[in-house]
């Protein structure tokens, strides 16, 4: 579910906040904040105060497993 947040504080960037909601920040929140925010990026790195930010869901953690190959087996 998508959250919406209103800047308060002088100096935040897209990626504290992503930071603060998720406890760190990957490119791909990055990109999907962007994409649901039309014009976020040309607000420069800081947003304005009152800024309405939505961020993303975080995506589920997926995993994957290789097969390892022992040459001496």
Do not use: C, F, Q
């Amino acid at each position: 579910m998508t959250e919406t947040v209103t800047i308060r504080g002088e100096g935040i960037t897209l990626d504290l906040l992503i930071w603060r909601k998720y406890g760190r920040t990957r490119p791909a929140l990055v990109e999907a904040a962007l994409l649901l925010n039309p014009g976020l990026a040309a607000l420069g790195a800081e947003l304005p105060l009152s800024t309405v930010v939505t961020l993303p869901d975080e995506p589920e953690a997926t995993t994957t497993t290789e097969t390892a190959i022992s040459l001496w087996d």
